[in-house]
């Protein structure tokens, strides 16, 4: 079984990242996406918000906080505030117990079965693994904005 991995990221503070060339979403697919096994990265309303119309998915900031986060605590690259929020789409895991035909190193193919023990869904493996990615790239936007910046961030 396949399955999807949602991580939220509170108390990021406004102005990580960049509208060009190291944008926060970017860096945070890039994190996500060289995980083993995952196939797709989603921020704030990621894919479901195709089917909605521009006015239906803009972030209202009410003068104290966001009455919504489709774009996911990230706008135009940088971080807005609101709890940073992605979603990693992982694969289901093709070693299994069912014989299966595969490629053979001399051409060809052949059938085989795996033998052992093998998780039927590897996100729960997926969860602290992501957990950290998410760490890191916003450890490393922090340290860029504070070089860019100074220590007042």
Avoid at 49 to 66: C, K, M
Avoid at 79 to 85: D, L, Q
Avoid at 100 to 124: L, N
Wanted: hydrophobic share 40%; with cysteine.
């Amino acid at each position: 079984m396949g399955g999807v991995v949602e991580l939220v990221a509170r108390g990021v503070p406004m102005g990580w990242g960049d509208p060009t060339m190291d944008k926060l979403d970017a860096a945070l697919a890039a994190a996500m996406l060289s995980i083993p096994a995952t196939k797709g990265v989603e921020i704030g309303g990621g894919f479901g918000i195709v089917a909605l119309r521009g006015s239906q998915t803009n972030d209202v900031f009410d003068g104290e906080r966001y009455t919504s986060n489709f774009s996911g605590g990230i706008a135009g690259g940088i971080s807005n505030g609101n709890e940073v929020v992605v979603r990693v789409a992982v694969r289901p895991a093709t070693s299994i117990g069912k014989p299966q035909v595969m490629a053979k190193k001399q051409g060809g193919t052949e059938t085989v079965a795996i033998e052992g023990r093998h998780d039927p869904c590897i996100c729960p493996r997926v969860v602290p693994v992501a957990e950290a990615m998410l760490a890191i790239t916003l450890a490393d936007a922090w340290l860029h904005q504070r070089a860019l910046r100074g220590r007042e961030r």
